[in-house]
């Protein structure tokens, strides 16, 4: 495999404006995602940016940024863009999407997401999941749930699902986190579609690849990455950065 890790990121969000640039402990959150991805040491890390405020970050703290156009509807979208100008000969066959939004996200989580293209050949896309921390994960739509046939080591699993109802019956509930690993094929396929039924259904992108016959992977991790999607995870956020000790 040649990987490439692409964190799309733009400042249009709604509940907490400007937020890969909103600083932790001295450090925008931006630049804390870029420095986990290159932790990883999987290849190449760059930012999608979505405005030229985050390239000019980006640049400033010695990373890579492409500007792509702030109107396109997605992330996956914003990473087909800066492939394009970043590797417009098709090198990298695999395509790691790891968000703007979690600043602490364990390298070593990165790097089993990859891993899974590696050892399930049959795997279109990867991504991870945690066991269920608590019974509101079974029922809060806002935490994605997602349906797995488990290996017997219980390790990694052929999805089957993802969804935002409530799972009933005995066993575990696996919690999905959105960081995606694609084979390039893939991630093409997947974004020249249009949104399917059940993806508009349930406001989730996988499943549009799930509709298009792609099969998505999930390793399980040891505890979620946290994300900053509004105020109060931005100070949970950086009452986390004063806990490991400020800047990282």
């Keep these: 495999m040649n990987p490439i890790v692409l ?12 937020k890969p ?8 959150m931006i630049v804390r995602v ?3 991805a290159q932790a990883a040491n999987l290849g190449p890390v760059a930012v999608a940016a979505g405005d030229s405020e985050i390239v000019d970050v980006v640049l400033a703290a010695g990373g890579r940024a492409v500007l792509t156009d702030p109107d396109l509807p997605s992330g996956s979208d914003r990473l087909v863009a800066a492939l394009a100008e970043l590797d417009p000969g ?21 790097a089993a997401c990859a891993g899974l293209l590696r050892d399930q050949p049959g795997c279109d896309i990867a991504t991870i999941v945690e066991r269920e921390a608590s019974p509101e994960v079974r029922t809060n739509p806002d935490m994605v749930k997602a349906v797995l046939a488990m290996q017997a080591d219980g390790k990694s699993g052929r999805a089957l699902y993802f969804t935002r109802s409530t799972l009933y019956g005995d066993g575990p509930v696996w919690h999905h986190h959105g960081i995606y690993a694609y084979r390039r094929a893939a991630l093409e396929t997947f ?49 986390f950065a004063r806990q490991i000790g400020g800047r990282s």
């Design 7 to 18: 964190i799309p990121a733009r400042l249009a969000a709604t509940r907490l404006p400007n």
């Design 21 to 28: 640039l909103a600083d932790i402990e001295g450090l925008p």
């Design 34 to 36: 870029l420095r986990q």
């Design 90 to 110: 098709g090198a990298h066959d695999v395509v790691i999407n790891l968000q703007g939004d979690m600043p602490f996200v364990a390298p070593a989580d990165i």
């Design 191 to 239: 974004t020249a579609a249009k949104p399917s039924p059940l993806e508009l259904r349930e406001k989730l992108e996988q499943l549009r690849a799930m509709e298009l016959g792609l099969t998505i992977w999930a390793t399980v991790v040891d505890s979620a990455p946290i994300s900053v999607d509004n105020p109060a995870d931005l100070e949970r956020a950086r009452a």
